[in-house]
């Protein structure tokens, strides 16, 4: 079945949500014959995105009022300043409901093509769309990378990516290795502590946690800061690459976590530390990040990452017409964030609405 519509969103994620929030209130101003017409597709079966599939004690890094959508704040919960990531699929159901955004879940978009002045995006059971714009918001989620590490085709035991995490009982009595010098990596480390046999956690840097009164809001200030172009004392800027949660902050004052450097290879049982030292290992845990999820964007041949346009960052310099949401600075100024997703979405429908305008000129 085609659809064709003027504005196409690739995912429903938190990135594609706020777009469509942006084009549904840009639609209430504007007169029936200059609406926009859109739609929003997602892989998964359920409202959420990612989300779906965070650990059980995950916590957000930012109290509700800078962990929302726009239009409507995510409910704090009282006595609680960071909320469990488990309650966002819920608020995402509520949003696609409330604004009445056209999601279609449960098709994957396999390949997306240029048609002339169109998009064409090909999904499953022949479900096609076309459209003048294209907003890629599909995450990194789909896309875990794992470094290549010698050895690790032979070792026989469990191999994950923070994607497979879900909770630390999963791992009761087995001994563990933890890879990774980021907010994962730290947060999954400090989960095990109490549950697994036997934890190492490795990076490849020593880990650099921030100041422990610095939270995801506070990071949101500095970049709206830089964005507005205010001054921004040096002092100000917090020094690390890991958010002191109150989980990685126990884990380090109650058990002492630290990290070692990283093993420099696998063999069949476990892994060599660079002091040529062995651990017998059940399950190695790679904490070690991710890529924007466009494998369905292959047949357009674009850059790695996509080369933007330096003023609307979300839209392709490559092809006009083609915007991407939410993967990183690289397409909005904290993009990969909750409330930061909704800036870029903002900046993202105005050059949208302004291409859609000369269009039709
Ligand atoms: P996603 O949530 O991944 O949504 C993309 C959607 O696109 C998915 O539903 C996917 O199924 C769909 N999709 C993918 N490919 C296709 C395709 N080909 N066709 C159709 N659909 C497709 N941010 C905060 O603001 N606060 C936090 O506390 C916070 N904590 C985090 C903790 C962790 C462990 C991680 C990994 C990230 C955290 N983030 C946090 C960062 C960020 O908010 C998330 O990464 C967020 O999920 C990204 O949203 P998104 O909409 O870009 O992508």
Not at 14 to 30: C, E, F, I, P, V
């Amino acid at each position: 079945m085609q659809h064709d519509v003027d504005v196409l969103i690739i995912g429903a994620g938190q990135a594609g949500l706020a777009a469509g929030y942006y084009l549904h209130r840009a639609n209430r101003d504007l007169a029936p014959a200059r609406q926009v017409s859109f739609a929003l597709v997602d892989a998964r079966d359920e409202p959420g995105g990612a989300w779906q599939d965070a650990w059980d004690s995950l916590r957000l890094f930012s109290p509700s009022d800078t962990s929302s959508l726009p239009g409507r704040q995510l409910a704090p919960e009282p006595g609680v300043t960071y909320r469990l990531a488990s309650v966002l699929p819920e608020y995402f159901r509520d949003y696609e409901a409330r604004y009445e955004l056209p999601v279609t879940h449960g098709i994957r978009i396999r390949s997306v093509f240029r048609d002339g002045k169109r998009w064409l995006a090909l999904g499953e059971d022949g479900q096609q769309w076309t459209a003048r714009i294209l907003i890629n918001a599909t995450g990194v989620w789909d896309a875990p990378v794992i470094p290549q590490i010698p050895g690790a085709d032979t070792f026989s035991g469990e191999l994950l990516h923070t994607v497979d995490y879900r909770r630390a009982s999963d791992f009761t009595g087995k001994r563990v290795v933890v890879v990774g010098g980021g907010n994962s990596g730290a947060q999954i480390a400090a989960d095990l502590l109490e549950t697994a046999a036997s934890l190492d956690w490795t990076t490849r840097r020593p880990p650099r946690l921030m100041p422990d009164h610095i939270d995801g809001a506070d990071l949101f200030r500095l970049t709206s800061l830089r964005v507005a172009g205010k001054p921004i004392s040096p002092d100000d800027v917090p020094v690390g690459d890991i958010i002191a949660v109150e989980s990685v902050r126990r884990a380090r004052d109650k058990h002492g976590l630290t990290a070692r450097e990283l093993f420099t290879h696998f063999d069949d049982r476990g892994v060599i530390w660079p002091d040529g030292s062995r651990s017998d290992v059940d399950t190695v845990i790679m904490c070690t990040g991710f890529a924007p999820a466009l494998a369905h964007l292959a047949p357009l041949g674009l850059a790695h990452p996509p080369a933007v346009d330096d003023i609307e960052p979300s839209q392709s310099r490559e092809h006009p017409g083609l915007f991407f949401l939410g993967y990183g600075d690289w397409c909005g100024p904290a993009s990969a964030t909750i409330i930061g997703a909704g800036r870029a979405a903002k900046g993202c429908i105005a050059s949208v609405l302004d291409y859609l305008a000369e269009a039709r000129r």
